[in-house]
């Protein structure tokens, strides 16, 4: 079964620092990703997501992943990160073998410091 | 545009009772998926339903159940609730099986 890992469980930056979260999956086969933000209180919003071609994918509010193939990796990043951006963010994998399942890493909560 | 609509928002129900949640997906969107999501965990996969069909079932037992109705709309029911079901629980819709997936702002339900 697909598992998704998401080692960063907590992260907290400064102001205009740059952001990494690290997402890694098991499946070896076709796979669609995504990330989504749960900012305080409210629902899951899509950043961004991936299906097919170029593998840098630019998102909504300055986010952008790339997904590496080889490392079963697709890595959220953001160059310099607002206090707005503070937020649960949670890596989802969907695999060809699994149907229309999303599989949800187990999320990183993000602290931005003013 | 109106979203992904669940209801309740909240609700508090009692060991052993039963629940039914609601869910009115995007206008247009025919893909229903239901998740719990358990405090500080990601949201885990229940059922998902395409044009009235189920598609997909997680590992939950059998006490779960949901359908979808000819307008799309969804209900997820639980039986014999028990104080491990609290949880919120989300609904998300699809445009068709694959693609996107929005979610809505989800029912938090309380077992006591």
């Known amino acids: 079964a697909q598992s998704v890992s998401q080692h960063n469980h907590h992260v907290i930056l400064s102001e205009a620092a740059s952001l990494e979260l690290g997402c890694n999956y098991s499946y070896g086969g076709t796979v669609n990703l995504f990330w989504y933000v749960q900012y305080p209180g409210q629902h899951l919003q899509l950043l961004l997501k991936y299906f097919s071609g170029d593998p840098l994918v630019k998102g909504i509010k300055g986010f952008e992943a790339e997904f590496i193939k080889s490392k079963f990796s697709f890595n959220l990043r953001k160059p310099s990160v607002q206090w707005s951006d503070t937020a649960e963010y949670f890596c989802a994998v969907r695999d060809d073998n699994a149907g229309n399942m999303l599989t949800f890493g187990g999320g990183t909560r993000l602290m931005v410091k003013p | 545009d109106a979203g992904v609509t669940q209801s309740p928002t909240h609700l508090i129900k009692t060991r052993g009772q039963h629940v039914t949640l609601r869910c009115s997906p995007i206008s247009g969107h025919k893909s229903v998926s239901w998740y719990q999501q358990v405090l500080g965990q990601g949201p885990q996969f229940i059922f998902q339903?395409?044009?009235?069909?189920?598609?997909g079932r997680g590992n939950f037992p059998d006490r779960f159940s949901a359908r979808q109705f000819p307008n799309y709309s969804s209900e997820l029911n639980v039986n014999a609730l028990l104080l491990g079901d609290s949880a919120l629980y989300l609904c998300?819709?699809?445009?068709?099986?694959?693609?996107?997936?929005?979610f809505g702002s989800g029912t938090r339900l309380t077992v006591v």
């Open positions: 998300a819709s699809s445009l068709w099986e694959g693609y996107g997936y929005t």
């Open positions: 339903y395409y044009e009235k069909e189920e598609r």
